[in-house]
């Protein structure tokens, strides 16, 4: 390790020296070179985190914030960059058949895991077969995998670089990866803390310590640990930002604009939670679907997204975002109330919405939530619809979708937790609680088009709204380059004047000269 | 080493258009269609151009008829851009209501020019800074002894200097003729004549004029409409066959001003590709000594001097 | 009643009407005291609340105009007077505003009435206020009461309108404070009195919007009618609210209405007055009355038991006089007991039963005088006619002495068969009489009374169709299932055949005779009915004395046989008639008989009258 370090020490002087050289005479332009050390502060608003992908439910809020800290402990087989190749990770090569039945996979060779054992094929299946579907076999071969997919998947390649795709082993003593850094310690409030043996501890869990992983395959990161502080809300994380108590803050739609407000550097992601209002009931009855197109067609979705969220939002027609699907624009947004109001006209009897009103289950602790509610709720008055807001109680953490639901419908936040769009309408098909007559689905875009349009038909599932994450970091926070889909890729980030690492120093001078303007 | 399933191939996303194109004219369409293109993915526009003309002869070959310029129902084709695809969406009018047709090319199938342009910056050189107002600027392609030139416009006379940054000497002055200009509406742009070097183009307001700066000529203006560009076309041959549009960001004069460099063809909506932040506001920007050069002119808030800066687009890490 | 409980009644009449008046009116004017002690209260307490409400109008006012000249506002008024403002930037401006002034809503409205911020209900932004952009002129308007609607409820607010001076168009500053039961704790209600609040805010009332400083309101859905009408017709109400059973957990609200700008109600201060202490105090004043009326009472009972003592018993002994002289005690004597008007009475009555019993005796006497004389006088006629004969016929033998042998023979055969008949005549004369003055005593058992006058009236059918004779039509009308009576058949017998005999008298020429029974409360009724000449009054009111008869041969005795049996029976007969149309008996005979033990009657044989016998008894009966 020392040997390592003085190498690179070596090489890094004689690199630096060779860059003030150029800087001299080059024109400005030239790229600063990272420093290590340091200790990144994070703050994050999930309560609870749990590193066991196993656990992880698709489309569910946290499964962004236990997805953001897994990337720092695990690694997977694949992951996606900012200009759609596919980069090895524990994978270094991949082909399929014909029919994109049969994946194999070369596993990287010398990989280890943070205790110091060697990555084997066995390992990688362990980790997959339980996360993979059931329609999905993998098996361990020579020098790596294969995947039997029952269904020709051209998509694998995105699951796997998505969702709890994660490379991990279970040593009984807790979870441990080959990532850039190491789960060392997990600490409630005011308590001291403790060795951390376990995946992560949901409910009091408030403190995680991730440490510098020195076994790294791809090297050793810029930072020597990043603290992360749970259950923070964006205002206090935007607080701690302007004071210098944290580094970076996953802050919220209203706190993020204030954030823009005070020159902090922000982030905003690709719109990744989609907002919908979910029926309870098959809504098979002729008024039952009078009723949820009447709603569908008199929530002004641009206005919600426009107006109500201050054009953070994307109105969503389909379920599927523009940014995923490519072909979400095709789908209608525009309000009809003259034709809602129609439909009201044309409802009989006492169905929810007309004499008594439907009930809609909102989330008590999303203030976003009750807002988009209240405004499905305003918009459909004017209908001639009488819908009403109801606070649901707590589901389970982890579980999808929202609240119970305990009305007549739910106001639900779905994750997009997957680069497939296959994968994601599935998921949301079957939170839908649809099954399309053909079963599977079929990878062509028409056919995921077809089949989000029959899904649309059904009217279990009236999408809204679809909202972006949005986090602000502090000037000395560099070299961050978050992913659209949300993966925040916290290995590549180094500390400005960050504390040199035992021993190891820069003779980096301050970054003035040819610092990017 | 990486072995990628589907490997680059550079014509992939034609032969995604051309299906596009087959599933298009299969659908129900009318006799005419108008054809309406959109592009939101960060191609290039000579990329995007290729996949139209793909898609159009696609669509005679089965004898769809395409017209422009003329009133008819919209065939509406729009490229899009997912984390991993390449997205061709056809919304094909027919008689009773419109059909769509979609089709998928991997990003990573469609070669270096499906990746954006990010890799694009902009880099700044001072060259030059007085008290007195400068109106515009422009550094000219050095001769053959590798001397340039740099030519100051002010609000009296064009001033034409020699050497090069740090060493600058005054070589040549030339008054403008007619009358003062106003100074709260004092404006003036430099434009390099593209037949000649040494022969500039100055744009006054209400006046177009023409000097010779190899020359003691006078200048020589004529009354006219000015058509003052709004930002400097650039292109970079390390940076691919792109071309970029240089413009500032628009703030006013007590204010620091950005330089944005933006795809062109792309609209103001899409991200800039790079950015450049200035002293105070851009007073003008110019043609440089190269198509990857521009020359731009800004007063330094802090100093109140003007400067004149060398810009330049850079490729690569 | 007695005279005793009459007086009784009096007395406690007369002290129940003074204790009760005297009670009513301590009540009457210690309640007038009272309500207006209570109004005056109230009034304070109403006062006190208006000048808090018209304090947190200014108060309002002045914030809501702050935050309209706040540079922030302005900034938001100008960019929105721009061509094509972005409306968004504002949407969480209010909430921000609301809370900086310690206000509970905040709304900015731009000048086409659009809502672009909104603390109380973001949801609504972008939709229209019209209401605002009716009036042009905010500024010199005061804090109004309004109706709030947020995402789950409806509330009132105080709200003060403002616009923005500095802009060509109008910009709205809508700002306002809750009012519910935290503006009721900065009133403090005196003892005795509390303030709740109503927010009329439905179409109906609603129990849980009744509310106190406190928080909710007990059993709050006995204010619905009080506020039903408030509903109906705004304006200040007094209605009294019993919360128990017990009268003292009565309570008087005092309703001010609270209305909106528009003159819509939109909730109502009630002031409450407990009743508790003036209804002690009423029922004080009322046990006490009641002890007084208590002791009135059993004073008045001791009073009248010692008056009436002195009244009501000398009165008592002279009606128990009066029915001993009205039993036959002609000779009763009441005790003389002082000389006040009791005794007075006493020595009338006295005197009036010696006067009576004296007059009885005269009475008795003369009337036994006339009886004799009648009684002479018919037996001088009855015996007058068969002497007649005999002297005749005596006359006639000792004249036809004087004849033949065989003249005399046949003269003496003749008279003497027709001394023969006298004589028997003179004996059936005798007997009759003897018959009547030793009428045997009835010997009583249970018969059948329709039977026994059909036995009676079959002896006489004969007669009835008898050839040559005038037809005599019979009726009966005798009820079924009579009960029986206790008599004497004989006795009843004989009765019923002379009242007969009487009818066939009265019809020389025919007619009809009826006979009708009916069950009475104490017996049973006989009607035996003619349709002859009938009879006068006066022959009516003689018509049972003996020996009275209107025929010219008649002993009078038929009659009076009939009263005789009648009388023996316990019974009454009364005759009714009418001149020309005919006469009825009606006999009332009571159904037992005392000491008569129930034993069938055998049915009575029918005496076979001697038709001669009785042809003649007729004939000397007319």
Known sequence: MRCIALRWLAATKSLWSAIALCCAMAPAGAAERPQYGGVLRVELRAASANLQPTRWKAGSGDFATNQRLAELVFDRLVVLDNYGRFQPQIATEWSHDAAAKSWQFTLRQGVKFSDGTLLTPGDVVAALRPLLPQAMQVTAASGGIVIQCGAPSADLLELLASGPYFIYKDSGSGLRGTGSFVLESVSASGREADKAGADGMPGQTQRLRFRFNENCWSGRPYLDAIEVTLGVPPLKALLDLQLGKTDLGELSLETARRARQTNLKCWTSAPLTLYALKFSGNGKGENEQRLREAIRLSVDRGAIARVLLQKEAEPAGSFLPQWLSGYAFLFDTESNLERGKELRKMMTGSTPGTVQPLRVTVDANSELSKLIAERVVVDSRAAGLTLQTVKGSARAAGDAGGPKNEGDAQLMAWRYTSLSPRNVLESLANAARWQPAEGVMSLEADARYAWEKRMMEEKNLLPLVAVPDFAAVDGRVRNWSPAPWGEWRLADVWLEHGDAPNGMRDAVTKASVGARP | ?317 | MSFRTKLFLLFLATVLASVSAVTYSVTHYTRAAYEEMDAQRTTALVAQFQKELAQQREIVARQVENVTNADVTLKMAIDQTKPDPDQSLYVRDASGAAQEHGLDFMEFVIADGTLISSAEYPARVGYKETWVTGLKDWNSSEAFLRRVELPNEVAVSLTAVRTQPNVAKPFYTIGGRRLDENFLASLVPPAGLRALLYLNLDSGFVPADVTSSTGKVEQAEKFAPMIAELQKQPGTLVQTIQWTNDADSAETFHALPLMGRNGELLGALLVGSSRADLVHLTRHIMKLAAAVAAAAMLIGLLLTWWVSARITKPIEELAEGAREVAAGHWHTRIDLRGQDETGQLAAAFNHMTQTLSAQRERLVQTERVAAWRELARRLAHELRNPLFPLQITVENMQRARQLSHEQFVEVFNESTATLKAELANLNSIVNRFSDFSKMPPPEFSRLEINLVIRGAVRLFEPQFHEVGKPTITTEYFLKEGLPEIDGDPELLHKAFQNLVLNALDAMPAGGTLTFRTAETQAGIRVEVSDTGKGLTPEECSRLFTPYYTTKQLGTGLGLAIVQSVVSDHRGTISVTSEEGHGTTFRIELPRRQPGVAPRKAQPAVPEEPPAQTTTETAAAND
């Open chain 2, 1 to 317: 080493m990486t072995t990628e399933p589907v490997a680059a191939r550079p014509d992939a996303l034609e032969e995604g258009m051309e299906r596009l194109a087959k599933k298009a004219a299969a659908l129900p369409h009318e006799r005419r269609m108008l054809l309406v293109w959109t592009n939101h993915s960060a191609l290039s526009e000579k990329r995007v151009g290729r996949l139209r003309a793909a898609f159009v002869a696609q669509m005679e070959t089965a004898q769809v008829r395409l017209v422009q310029g003329e009133t008819a129902p919209a065939l509406r084709v729009a490229i899009e851009q997912t984390p991993t695809q390449i997205v061709f969406t056809a919304a094909v009018p027919g008689e009773a209501s419109t059909s769509f047709a979609i089709e998928e090319v991997a990003r990573a199938a469609a070669g270096i020019d499906a990746s954006p342009g990010s890799s694009v910056r902009l880099e700044k050189e001072l060259l030059w800074q007085q008290e007195a107002k400068i109106l515009s600027a422009v550094l000219l392609p050095a001769s053959a002894d590798g001397r340039k030139q740099l030519v100051v416009l002010t609000e009296e006379d064009l001033l034409i200097y020699g050497g090069g940054p740090g060493n600058w000497a005054l070589e040549n002055t030339k008054l403008l003729p007619g009358p003062r200009q106003a100074q709260r509406a004092a404006r003036g742009q430099l434009i390099i004549a593209t037949e000649s070097s040494g022969r500039l183009g100055v744009l006054l307001p209400g006046r177009r004029c023409e000097a010779d700066v190899a020359d003691q000529s006078a200048v020589a203006c004529a009354n006219a409409a000015a058509e003052w560009p709004g930002g400097r076309l650039m292109a970079l041959p390390s940076c691919g066959t792109q071309t970029w549009w240089l413009k500032s960001d628009g703030v006013d004069w007590t204010e620091q001003d950005r330089l944005l460099l933006r795809s062109a063809g792309t609209g103001r909506d899409v991200a800039a590709v790079g950015e450049l932040g200035m002293a105070g506001p851009v007073i003008s920007i110019s043609a440089g000594e190269s198509a990857g050069n521009a020359t731009v002119v800004v007063r330094n808030l802090s100093s109140g001097t003007y400067e004149v800066y060398r810009v330049a687009l850079a490729c690569g890490d």
